[in-house]
Protein backbone atom coordinates (compact mmCIF):
# COMPACT_ATOMS: atom_id res chain seq x y z
CA UNK A 1 0.00 0.00 0.00
CA UNK A 2 1.34 3.44 -1.02
CA UNK A 3 1.95 6.50 1.38
CA UNK A 4 1.21 10.12 -0.36
CA UNK A 5 2.71 11.60 2.69
CA UNK A 6 6.07 9.49 2.02
CA UNK A 7 5.75 10.70 -1.85
CA UNK A 8 4.96 7.22 -2.72
CA UNK A 9 2.58 6.49 -5.80
CA UNK A 10 1.48 3.15 -7.07
CA UNK A 11 1.06 3.02 -11.21
CA UNK A 12 1.03 0.36 -13.40
CA UNK A 13 4.01 -1.02 -15.13
CA UNK A 14 5.22 -4.24 -16.84
CA UNK A 15 1.75 -5.70 -16.19
CA UNK A 16 2.28 -5.00 -12.43
CA UNK A 17 1.30 -2.24 -9.86
CA UNK A 18 4.37 -0.98 -8.28
CA UNK A 19 5.11 1.79 -5.97
CA UNK A 20 7.39 4.35 -6.69
CA UNK A 21 8.74 7.04 -4.47
CA UNK A 22 11.68 9.41 -5.02
CA UNK A 23 13.83 9.09 -2.03
CA UNK A 24 16.66 10.72 -1.19
CA UNK A 25 19.19 8.34 -2.90
CA UNK A 26 16.58 8.23 -5.73
CA UNK A 27 17.15 12.17 -6.09
CA UNK A 28 20.59 11.84 -5.56
CA UNK A 29 20.71 9.20 -8.38
CA UNK A 30 18.59 11.26 -10.84
CA UNK A 31 20.89 14.32 -10.07
CA UNK A 32 23.91 12.27 -11.90
CA UNK A 33 22.00 10.60 -14.35
CA UNK A 34 20.60 13.92 -16.04
CA UNK A 35 23.30 16.59 -14.87
CA UNK A 36 21.05 18.59 -13.35
CA UNK A 37 23.42 19.89 -10.70
CA UNK A 38 20.85 20.23 -7.74
CA UNK A 39 17.82 19.57 -6.80
CA UNK A 40 16.46 23.49 -7.85
CA UNK A 41 18.00 22.65 -11.63
CA UNK A 42 16.10 19.60 -12.02
CA UNK A 43 12.80 21.19 -10.52
CA UNK A 44 13.19 23.92 -12.53
CA UNK A 45 13.86 21.81 -15.37
CA UNK A 46 11.07 19.71 -15.57
CA UNK A 47 8.69 22.52 -13.95
CA UNK A 48 9.38 24.08 -17.84
CA UNK A 49 8.50 21.01 -19.25
CA UNK A 50 11.46 19.81 -21.02
CA UNK A 51 11.08 16.20 -20.40
CA UNK A 52 12.69 13.92 -22.82
CA UNK A 53 12.41 9.77 -23.12
CA UNK A 54 15.84 9.33 -21.29
CA UNK A 55 14.35 11.50 -18.38
CA UNK A 56 11.55 9.58 -18.49
CA UNK A 57 12.73 6.76 -18.25
CA UNK A 58 15.43 7.70 -15.60
CA UNK A 59 12.41 9.16 -13.03
CA UNK A 60 10.57 6.27 -13.43
CA UNK A 61 13.82 3.94 -12.64
CA UNK A 62 14.74 6.20 -9.84
CA UNK A 63 11.27 5.98 -8.75
CA UNK A 64 10.69 2.21 -9.20
CA UNK A 65 14.16 1.66 -7.14
CA UNK A 66 12.99 4.11 -4.60
CA UNK A 67 10.14 2.28 -4.44
CA UNK A 68 11.88 -0.93 -3.33
CA UNK A 69 11.28 -2.34 -7.05
CA UNK A 70 15.00 -3.93 -8.22
CA UNK A 71 14.98 -3.01 -11.79
CA UNK A 72 17.31 -1.22 -13.75
CA UNK A 73 16.38 1.21 -16.71
CA UNK A 74 17.13 -1.17 -19.15
CA UNK A 75 14.75 -3.63 -17.80
CA UNK A 76 12.36 -0.41 -17.53
CA UNK A 77 12.95 0.22 -21.11
CA UNK A 78 11.49 -2.98 -22.21
CA UNK A 79 8.61 -3.05 -19.89
CA UNK A 80 4.92 -1.72 -20.97
CA UNK A 81 3.25 1.33 -19.32
CA UNK A 82 -0.08 1.78 -18.76
CA UNK A 83 -1.12 4.18 -21.39
CA UNK A 84 1.99 4.11 -23.41
CA UNK A 85 4.28 7.33 -23.61
CA UNK A 86 1.50 9.39 -22.38
CA UNK A 87 0.68 7.67 -19.39
CA UNK A 88 4.78 7.13 -18.27
CA UNK A 89 4.91 10.98 -18.49
CA UNK A 90 1.89 10.91 -16.52
CA UNK A 91 3.39 8.59 -14.24
CA UNK A 92 6.40 11.09 -13.68
CA UNK A 93 4.40 14.09 -13.08
CA UNK A 94 2.23 12.18 -10.11
CA UNK A 95 5.67 11.16 -8.73
CA UNK A 96 7.34 14.79 -8.83
CA UNK A 97 4.32 16.03 -7.14
CA UNK A 98 4.15 13.43 -5.17
CA UNK A 99 7.92 14.42 -4.09
CA UNK A 100 8.47 18.38 -4.56
CA UNK A 101 4.28 19.18 -4.49
CA UNK A 102 1.77 20.68 -6.35
CA UNK A 103 3.48 24.13 -9.00
CA UNK A 104 2.64 27.53 -7.92
Excluded: K, Q, W, Y
Excluded at 4 to 22: K, P, S
Excluded at 83 to 91: D, K, P
Aim: with cysteine; glycine share 18%.
Amino acid sequence: MTNIHRGEIAAEIGGEVRTLCLTLGALAELEARLGGGDLAGLTERFGEGRISARDLTAILGAGLRGGGNALSDDELARMSVEGGLRGAAEIAVRLLRATFGEPA
